[in-house]
Every structure is written in C-alpha cells, then in structure tokens.
C-alpha cells in the first residue's frame, strides 16, 4: 500500500469546514484512497473512499486532485463530536488489512 | 447498519491467564474478519487477517501460539490472549468486510480493552 503523510494535528472552529489533507504521491493507478476516524477509546469509523472522482455522502466529501496524489476530506459544518483522529489509508482493491499511519487529530474549537 | 459487536469492552486479568475477546458482525455476514491492537498514544496495527473456516493469517512478529483466532461462523470471530503478561495490556479492535458488499471498506468494533496485572 501507498504510504500517506497527514499533518499531526489541526484546529477548526465549530460550524465551519473542516478540511483535512493527505499526500499519497507514490499511489499507483489501482490503489483507492480511504478516511477513517477514530474518536478517543473507540473503533475506528468509515468515513468514505475513492478512487479518481470527488465523493460526497453524508458525512463529508473527498476531493481528490488529477493527479490522485494527494486528496483533501472536507467536513462541512464540523461539531464538537467531530473530534477525532483522522486515517487517510491508500489500499488496492481487496480483502487486505488497513495500514494505520499516525493521522491528523482534529480539534474542533466551541 | 454494518454493526460490529466486541465483547467484553474492557476486561482485567492476572498474569498468566487466558482472555477470550468477541467480534460479531450483527446484521451481515463477515467472511473476512481482522484483528488489530492499539497502543496509548499509537496507531492502530494489524495482528491477524481471520476467514471463516479456514486458519488466520497472522502479521510479521505476531505470536500465532499467543493470539488465538477461531472464526467459527461468518459472524463470529474470537481472539484469545493465551498466558497474558502485562506486556500485552491493550485496546483490541476488530473489523470485518461485509461479504454482500462490493466494496472493501471495513467495520470497526469498538474495541477491547485488556488490562493484565
């Protein structure tokens, strides 16, 4: 899998977009691009993935760029509950395990 | 839905016992199940890769004799910590693929945590 650098940690006030990137350079043309967060002494949470297009669902968007090397997750109207570590994972397609880097731990401000 | 069950959430033990630790896919089956364990202040690592009916795939450095998978069923995976020490005093979480997905995105338990005195 393709390894990722996140910032180590971001702060974001309450009601504002909150938005997370990720460098994958050396992701190659198979390999999907995933966000998970985990909130403190909890599982992980599936966040969303992608693999060329911009995502949204109803917990935030991915903006991949064209050159899929490195993409953005936007959460639009971040809460308090959205405190968390976030995981931008790159994978193949398959039935592997995830590769947890270190993640960026969001801070949202009241 | 896409819920994954742990049981117990936290359990305390002495040095020596064994410790069986529970991951259930509530409302799909789970052909594919993983183990990871997670330190204070650390990221997340795969121990194990379990499928149902046939023998886990276990990490580089991950004592097979130690860890204990069985996954019995396609919505039960069990991880048993056997001759704990308090070396392995952690947060165990498992996660499974949905079989019926066509996707590879995985569900989180909420983890385990084990305390060995």
């Known amino acids: 899998d393709a390894k990722t650098t996140q910032p180590t940690s971001m702060d974001c006030a309450e009601g504002r977009a909150a938005n997370l990137p990720c460098n994958h350079s050396?992701?190659?043309?198979?390999?999907?691009v995933y966000w998970y967060r985990q909130i403190h002494s909890q599982g992980p949470q599936y966040i969303i993935h992608g693999l060329k297009n911009n995502e949204t669902n109803e917990m935030a968007s991915l903006i991949i760029t064209e050159d899929r090397k490195s993409s953005t997750l936007i959460l639009p109207h971040a809460t308090l509950r959205d405190t968390a570590v976030y995981y931008c994972?790159?994978?193949?397609?398959?039935?592997?395990?995830?590769?947890f880097g270190k993640g960026t731990h969001l801070i949202i401000q009241p | 839905g896409a819920v994954v069950s742990q049981h117990p959430s936290r359990v305390i033990c002495k040095s020596g016992t064994s410790v069986k630790i529970e991951c259930r896919s509530l409302d799909f089956q789970a052909t594919t199940m993983f183990w990871y364990r997670q330190f204070p202040k650390k990221s997340l690592m795969l121990m194990a890769t379990?499928?149902?009916?046939?023998?886990?795939?276990?990490e580089q450095g991950v004592e097979k004799d130690k860890f204990l998978i069985n996954h019995a069923s396609l919505t039960l995976s069990t991880l048993t910590v056997t001759s704990a020490h308090p070396e392995d005093s952690s947060f165990y979480i498992c996660?499974?693929?949905?079989?019926?997905?066509?996707?590879?995105?995985?569900?989180f338990g909420p983890g385990t945590r084990l305390t060995v005195t």
């Open positions: 996660s499974a693929r949905d079989r019926s997905s066509g996707s590879y995105e995985q569900y």
């Open positions: 379990s499928n149902e009916g046939s023998k886990a795939t276990y």
């Open positions: 994972i790159v994978r193949g397609g398959g039935a592997d395990g995830l590769t």
């Open positions: 050396t992701i190659s043309g198979n390999e999907y």
